[in-house]
């Protein structure tokens, strides 16, 4: 069984930081896809960024210049670097793992909370 696991979201004030890290359990070479996806109460599901396996990004562009997509192959890990925060990102934050064979895997969701 495929197994996604994130971490590093919490409250952080207005104009601070937060990182989000996922690893998932499939092998580097079998993934083409990592992302992120956030759900606001309320709001539908919207993607933020995404990393392709030839490191090709794509933003949202409410976080364009303020968030940042990176991986770590060798970790099958995907991290999403969150700076000068604002209330708009108060979300639950979602990763998305999408393979070359078309399977679809999602964190379980991680709270970012931005307030002062």
């Known amino acids: 069984q495929v197994q996604v696991v ?4 919490g409250l952080v004030q207005p104009g601070g930081s937060l990182r989000l ?11 083409y896809v990592m992302g992120w996806y956030r759900q606001a109460p309320g709001k539908q599901r919207e993607l933020v960024a995404s990393i392709t396996s ?15 997509i990176s991986k770590d192959n060798a970790k099958n890990t995907v991290y999403l670097q969150m700076n000068n925060l604002n209330a708009e990102d108060t979300a639950v934050y979602y990763c ?7 399977d679809i895997d999602w964190g379980q969701g991680t709270q ?5």
């Open 21 to 31: 890290s996922c690893t998932s359990s499939r092998s580097s070479s079998s993934i």
């Open 6 to 9: 994130e971490s590093g979201g």
């Open 54 to 68: 030839g490191a090709s990004t794509n933003y949202a562009d409410s976080v364009k210049g303020r968030f940042t």
């Open 112 to 116: 970012v909370t931005v307030s002062s």
């Open 96 to 102: 998305l793992i999408t393979s070359y064979r078309g």
